[in-house]
């Protein structure tokens, strides 16, 4: 989402193990989702570790003043907030990249993910808001599918939130933030913006100690501040948006979030593809890497084999490929349903994760379905 600013984080006590496989950059990451590469246990550690309040240092009052002029905020209540709000020592040095870089390895990360104790509490999550997932699929076009294997594999459907107080994390990652990353002054700048979207957002609704995400994202869908502005729904009706403790207002929230990236009713989000060896020239198909840029004549032209439901797409498509450390690669022919699933998190392994474990729990369901009607 610097294109659009989008969402979410996850925290990291049981994700870091995941991200520790996941071995995809954060550079690859939106830019909400960042920074899943921090990878030690110490680090969440240490993370933990609180250092002063910023008080009312010049920097942190510039701060203040700067936000509460750029969000309309009354300069003293911001001013108040930022100089309560504490420094978290350990959290600079989980957003940079990973000094080590590990292999890219999918079906390592999919079985962090794809796995029976996630596939039953994501079929329990299905019929506990099954009604919200109906209304959601009615009202935004987006099958109950997607919006569970978001949810499960943001948060573990809401086991996995993050501790931090938002406030604490933001204000860290806008005036501590590391300079040895390679995009420093972009990447404070977007912190700088969470954190003044979490202000307005605080004193709206009186909820500044609000807790997240090392980098600030919150709930059940982990949306980061912007995305809580510009997609977030009241789904339940209570009046207000609450995506900690609304799971329904999380669903209409991440269906929201699709249908406003582009979800295209019906479309699968991707196919088998194989190579036909003779003429195949998978330099020009990975060149748009992730991004649907072929027609189905161009792409089976240049050596690509669809089976016969791929052949009719009549949208474009793009070689997607993932790699398996020292195993050859697996591929698929994305659609633009599966460039959609990106947006909310940056990565191609993210995106295949949340639709194989969506397609997992809906065929739980069903042979959950088939065994109770047998008895
Ligand atoms: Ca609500």
């Known amino acids: 989402m610097a294109l659009q600013t989008n969402l979410a984080l996850r925290q ?14 954060a550079s690859n990451k939106p830019h909400a989702k960042a920074h899943k590469a921090v990878s030690h246990k110490a680090a969440a550690h240490k993370a933990s570790t609180r250092g002063p309040v910023y008080g009312k240092t010049t920097e942190a009052i510039a701060l203040a003043d700067e936000l509460a002029q750029q969000y309309k905020l009354p ?4 001013r108040e907030q930022i100089s309560k709000a504490q420094h ?4 600079p040095k989980m957003v940079l990249p990973p000094t080590v870089p590990t292999a890219k390895n999918w ?3 999919r079985e962090r993910f794809i796995e029976s104790r996630r596939i039953d509490a994501g079929t329990q999550f299905w019929q506990t808001y099954e009604s919200a997932l109906t209304r959601a699929e009615q009202t935004y076009g987006v099958p109950a ?25 933001l204000t860290t990652l806008t005036l501590n933030f590391p300079a040895a990353h390679p995009r420093a002054a972009e990447r404070q700048a977007f912190f700088k913006s969470e954190l003044g979207h979490f202000l307005a957002q605080a004193h709206s609704q009186g909820n500044a100690s609000a807790t ?50 582009g979800w295209q009713t019906g479309m699968p ?10 003429r195949l020239d998978k330099p020009t198909l990975l060149a748009p890497d992730i991004l649907p840029s072929f027609s189905v004549s161009n792409f089976t032209g240049k050596g690509a084999v669809l089976d016969e439901q791929a052949q009719k797409h009549t949208g474009p498509l793009a070689l997607v490929e993932l790699f398996n450390g020292d195993e050859p690669p697996s591929y698929v022919a994305g659609t633009e349903n599966f460039y959609v699933v990106t947006r909310y998190n940056w990565s191609s392994y993210y995106a295949l994760a949340v639709i194989e474990l969506g397609q997992a729990i809906k065929a739980n369901r069903a042979l959950t379905s088939i065994q109770s009607n047998a008895r």
């Not at 990291?12 to 950059?25: P, W």
């Not at 978290?88 to 959290?91: D, F, H, N, Y």
């Not at 989000?269 to 003779?278: K, S």
């Open 12 to 25: 990291i006590t049981a994700a870091l193990l995941l991200l520790a496989a996941l071995t995809v950059h």
């Open 75 to 78: 300069q003293t209540w911001v």
């Open 88 to 91: 978290l020592k350990g959290v």
């Open 107 to 109: 079906r390592a990360y």
């Open 145 to 169: 599918e997607m919006i569970v294997g978001i949810i499960g594999v943001e948060t573990f459907y809401g086991q996995n939130m993050g501790n931090y107080r938002v406030l604490d994390a």
């Open 212 to 261: 997240g995400s090392f980098a600030g994202a919150m709930g059940w869908p982990q949306f980061m501040p912007s995305s809580v502005a510009k997609f977030a729904v009241d789904f339940d009706g209570d009046g207000r948006i609450d995506l900690r403790n609304s799971p329904v207002d999380a669903i209409g929230s991440v269906a929201n979030y699709f249908k406003a990236f």
């Open 269 to 278: 989000t991707h196919y088998p593809v194989g190579f036909d060896e003779a």
